[in-house]
């Protein structure tokens, strides 16, 4: 028995209609995509967590106080941790782990900053401030590393607000839960750093 011209044209758009929500299923399922924003941040995130562990690099050598020690411990420790996180998230999304800022490395380096430089990345300690962190010891050098890394991790939370700010940014699952991580962290790192000054 053969089809009308109208049958088969009706079959036809049955089927197309039930292949629609497998196909807009498929693609809810990948979820929101990574955007431009997302990268930029853990490229300059991990520049900015660089200059954390040299700043706890320094603590054996030149704190008084045991906590603070135990401390820089912790945070060398979980920064560590998030910088291989977010190497291998930028990795998956075929990019390298380094920003195209002139404004970072000379920082982390403490080489003398170009005049024409950009603004560091929020929260960085500049050349001057981290000169004088190594020289300092004992009680100096307590109170300048506790506020210079508070200064560094309010910075922190000024690149995630950013990042929040920005439509369709940070929705990705994977950003989405680093970038939350990272806000709870610095923000109890940051009260407990206050306490300690308050206890000097």
């Not at 990795?91 to 603004?119: E, L």
Request: net charge positive; aromatic share 2%.
């Amino acid at each position: 028995m053969q089809m009308t011209g109208l049958v088969r044209a009706m079959l036809t758009c049955t089927v197309l209609a039930a292949g629609r929500p497998a196909q807009a299923q498929s693609v809810a399922a990948r979820g929101p995509a990574v955007t431009a924003s997302d990268i930029r941040f853990m490229q300059e995130m991990l520049g900015h967590h660089r200059q954390a562990i040299q700043m706890t690099a320094m603590v054996q050598s030149r704190a008084r106080r045991p906590d603070l020690r135990l401390l820089a411990e912790r945070i060398t420790v979980s920064q560590v941790d998030e910088i291989a996180q977010m190497r291998r998230w930028l990795n998956a999304q075929g990019v390298g782990d380094d920003a195209d800022m002139s404004h970072d490395m000379s920082a982390h380096a403490g080489r003398t900053m170009p005049a024409d430089a950009m603004p560091m990345m929020p929260g960085m300690l500049t050349v001057a401030q981290m000169d004088a962190l190594r020289r300092a010891s004992s009680a100096r050098f307590d109170r300048l590393f506790l506020n210079g890394m508070i200064q560094h991790h309010e910075g922190a939370l000024t690149m995630v607000r950013a990042l929040l700010q920005v439509p369709g940014a940070a929705q990705e699952s994977s950003i989405n839960h680093f970038v939350t991580e990272v806000d709870a962290d610095q923000r109890a790192e940051i009260a407990r750093m206050r306490r300690m000054l308050s206890r000097r």
